[in-house]
């Protein structure tokens, strides 16, 4: 079984920029979430997609937004890129059983200059 | 979800036990403990969960107190390659699949 997969890997980006990343889960997978990791502040919860509606939602401006598709296939989106959005950014995807465990991809990491 | 506090780091001899302590001294009666481990540069990986019980499946063993107020991962035979942050979660099956990641425990493993 393939795992999540996060494209693209590498992005470089200036300030005042707008990027969209991907996320494909594991077939059969309902549930895909989104961190961002950074140096100073660690892992961070993003947000979380169910069957196409967001589920749960962390503490981060409105700048940074989501979506699902009915294929599971999410996206991020981040506007008005900052300099502090330099991060590595993981998705998640798990089964319908809440108990279940999170698969991650390998990230994406974006700079921003 | 309940916060949860583990040492910043430790080191352990290859071959040896490693035994990884979290205290979760809020944790209630509906949270589990789910441990994962970051490998560096890569995403983290799912090591072990559980309720109350003790645990264990091919990678490690998970106690967990009586009073549920804290708990260890074991690593049985550390490897070379074990060496990763590892990170203690409370979380709230109702809440979703939302992890609230602390500083976890940066494991040196040394030949």
């Known amino acids: 079984k393939a795992g999540v997969t996060q494209t693209p890997r590498y992005l470089i980006k200036t300030r005042g920029q707008q990027v969209t990343l991907s996320c494909s889960p594991i077939?059969?997978?309902?549930?895909v979430s989104w961190y961002q990791q950074t140096p100073g502040q660690g892992l961070q919860f993003l947000f979380e997609y169910f069957s196409e509606t967001q589920r749960n939602k962390g503490n981060f401006p409105g700048r940074f937004s989501g979506r699902q598709f009915s294929n599971s296939r999410s996206e991020m989106n981040v506007s008005t890129l900052e300099l502090g959005d330099s991060a590595l950014y993981l998705c998640?995807?798990?089964?319908?059983?809440?108990?279940?465990?999170?698969?991650f991809g390998p990230g994406t990491r974006l700079t921003v200059l | 979800d309940a916060k949860t506090t583990q040492p910043p780091s430790m080191d352990c001899a290859e071959g040896r036990a490693a035994n990884l302590p979290c205290n979760h001294s809020?944790?209630?009666?509906?949270?589990?403990v789910y441990w994962y481990r970051q490998i560096h540069s890569q995403g983290p990986q799912y090591i072990i969960h559980g309720l109350k019980n003790n645990e264990t499946n091919e990678m490690a063993s998970l106690i967990i107190t009586e009073d549920r107020k804290s708990s260890t991962l074991i690593l049985p035979h550390a490897t070379l390659r074990d060496t990763a942050v590892y990170y203690c979660i409370v979380r709230a099956i109702a809440a979703g699949n939302k992890l609230t990641f602390g500083g976890g425990t940066r494991v040196l493993v040394k030949p």
């Open positions: 998640a995807s798990s089964t319908d059983r809440a108990v279940d465990e999170q698969f």
């Open positions: 077939s059969g997978h309902r549930s």
């Open positions: 809020t944790i209630s009666g509906n949270e589990y």
